[in-house]
T-cell receptor, first 111, second 114 residues
Framework: QQQVKQSPQSLIVQKGGISIINCAYE??????FPWYQQFPGKGPALLIA?????SEKKEGRFTISFNKSAKQFSLHIMDSQPGDSATYFC??????????FGEGTQLTVNP | SAVISQKPSRDICQRGTSLTIQCQVD?????MFWYRQQPGQSLTLIAT?????????ESGFVIDKFPISRPNLTFSTLTVSNMSPEDSSIYLC???????????FGPGTRLLVL
């Protein structure tokens, strides 16, 4: 059972635009929600993360919005740049500190 | 954070053979994990590598196929046994540093089984 659903599967944005990726979860026991960025041939790199008692967290151009009642969270990339082109994964931490990952979003930022 | 290295970075293996992947972390960590990632797909957890005891496997993964060792707090190995072409994948090690709330990943091992 896929416990974290991520959309869209792919996203094309113009340089300077806003990229938005959404995730929804089912398990209310999840207690931490990181986002990872992965470039081809590399391992996933932690980008930003949030606890469920916080509604928003911003780090530079990256913002997580969290809606606990709806069990949804999203990543916003402001002023998107071609260097942001990568695959983004949302994740949720559950029992045993194990992470459940979303399906991934392939972001392309056109110059 | 933690710096995680994996060896080998890639390998091409013959059907029926086994490959051991090493994972080294530059600092002590509480937990280590092994994942599999098919090209273009998401990450699937194989097992939690427990220090000093047997690994904890996820549904669909068994110790005979994926034996794991973790002899100390900074090192772990994953063996892919009796390989078939279906085992071709990227294998990723991750670690949970002390005082961290989430995992950091190694660069991955790209395995092709012929």
């Amino acid at each position: 059972q896929q416990q974290v659903k991520q959309s869209p599967q792919s996203l094309i944005v113009q340089k300077g635009g806003i990229s938005i990726i959404n995730c929804a979860y089912e398990n209310t026991a999840f207690d931490y929600f990181p986002w990872y960025q992965q470039f081809p041939g590399k391992g996933p790199a932690l980008l930003i993360a949030i606890r469920p008692d916080v509604s928003e967290k911003k780090e530079g151009r990256f913002t997580i919005s969290f809606n606990k009642s709806a069990k949804q969270f999203s990543l916003h990339i402001m002023d998107s740049q071609p260097g942001d082109s990568a695959t983004y994964f949302c994740a949720a931490r559950g029992s045993g500190s194990r992470l459940t990952f979303g399906e991934g979003t392939q972001l392309t930022v056109n110059p | 954070s933690a710096v995680i290295s994996q060896k080998p970075s890639r390998d091409i293996c013959q059907r029926g053979t086994s490959l051991t992947i090493q994972c080294q972390v530059d600092s002590q960590v509480t937990m280590m994990f092994w994942y599999r990632q098919q090209p273009g797909q998401s990450l699937t957890l194989i097992a939690t590598a427990n220090q000093g005891s047997e690994a904890t496997y996820e549904s669909g993964f068994v110790i005979d196929k994926f034996p794991i060792s973790r002899p100390n707090l900074t090192f772990s190995t994953l063996t892919v046994s009796n390989m078939s072409p279906e085992d071709s994948s990227i294998y990723l090690c991750s670690a949970f540093p002390l005082n961290s709330e989430t995992q950091y990943f190694g660069p991955g091992t790209r395995l092709l089984v012929l």
